[in-house]
């Protein structure tokens, strides 16, 4: 099963809007980390937050990881049409460089 | 730099036939994945190399799957004979030495196999 999962599955808002994602999981990890992928393409590293982190800050990026939750939270602040794509949370356990991936946001940003 | 790169971008094969998908990872990179993704199953993990060597083939779906690394700029996965639910979009990654925390991972283009 799907180590990570993602809320809500699909998201749509209005450009300049934030936009804010939830992953959650199940086991211990080493870090966390989040991924964009655009329709038709390769998966693209955003942020990875570690395990003694709790925030972490990337321009318009904002992850939190709450370990005793098991859960982390995206945010994207004033958000562009350009952010349209599927996030990913992906957790790494044991070494650190297995990913297991969630199943990801939809997320839409309409003009 | 490149990037990763795979080859073909694309892949239209009848069932039992043989496929084979390629990927060059980042120079200096010394991990490698390869992953497959669906919309059933979603982006699963198929096995990776450190060093050219398996570590963990754990994700292979079964034994008509195989995959090389012969050396550090070159990798293959292989299905043989392919069937039509092997229909997906397969990506290959690299991320450099992983140390303790490990760390991020970059993604090809991907290969969109078609099998009829």
């Known amino acids: 099963s799907q180590q990570g999962e993602e809320d809500p599955q699909a998201l749509s808002i209005q450009e300049g809007e934030n936009a804010t994602m939830n992953c959650s999981y199940k086991?211990?990890?080493?870090?966390l980390q989040w991924y964009r992928q655009n329709s038709g393409r390769g998966l693209v590293h955003l942020i990875l937050i570690r395990s003694n982190e709790r925030e972490k800050h990337s321009g318009r990026l904002r992850v939190t990881l709450d370990t005793s939750k098991k859960s982390s939270s995206l945010l994207i602040t004033a958000s562009r049409a350009a952010d349209t794509a599927s996030y990913f949370c992906a957790t790494a356990t044991g070494g650190g460089n297995k990913l297991t991936f969630g199943t990801g946001t939809q997320l839409k940003v309409e003009l | 730099d490149a990037g990763v790169i795979q080859s073909p971008r694309h892949e239209v094969t009848e069932m039992g036939q043989e496929v084979t998908l390629r990927c060059k990872p980042i120079?200096?990179?010394?991990?490698l994945f390869w992953y497959r993704q669906t919309m059933m199953r979603g982006l699963e993990l198929l096995i990776y190399?450190?060093?050219?060597?398996?570590?963990?083939d754990s994700g292979m779906p079964e034994d008509r799957f195989s995959a090389k690394m012969p050396n550090a700029s070159f990798s293959t996965l292989k299905i043989q004979p392919s069937e039509p639910r092997d229909s997906a979009v397969y990506f290959c990654?690299?991320?450099?030495?992983?140390?303790?925390?490990?760390?991020?991972?970059?993604f090809g283009p991907g290969t969109r196999l078609t099998v009829t």
């Open positions: 086991t211990s990890i080493n870090n």
């Open positions: 120079s200096g990179h010394d991990y």
């Open positions: 190399f450190n060093n050219n060597v398996p570590i963990d």
């Open positions: 990654a690299s991320s450099s030495h992983g140390g303790q925390g490990g760390y991020e991972q970059y």
